[in-house]
């Protein structure tokens, strides 16, 4: 299992999005959530989701009988969101997802 200090500031931000979305955030969502945020833009976004995904710590799913995609913390990224000192960097609450 990673820790925190093996992730990116993106990644942090995007795991945290993922959590506050509680698995009802598309890319768009997590895209439109994350231009309010001053973090890197490199790599791309979707690149990141998928290394996160790769590792374990988020999934990507869509939608029965849509088009839309959906993206949850899995739950070893559950564990390592737990942590509150992700909370901490990664302070959402000003924005809704």
């Known amino acids: 299992m990673q820790n925190l200090t093996q992730l990116t500031q993106l990644e942090l931000v995007l795991l945290a999005l993922v959590a506050r979305g509680k698995g009802k955030c598309s890319w768009y969502q997590l895209a439109k959530q994350l231009s309010y945020r001053d973090v890197p833009r490199e790599p791309d976004m979707m690149v990141v989701l998928k290394k996160l995904a790769a590792d374990g710590l988020v999934k990507r799913y ?25 909370y901490e960097l990664t302070t959402l609450s000003e924005y809704e997802v």
């Open 62 to 86: 869509i939608e029965t009988g849509s088009w839309r995609d959906r993206w949850e913390l899995t739950a070893e990224g559950s564990i390592l969101m737990t942590d509150a000192t992700v």
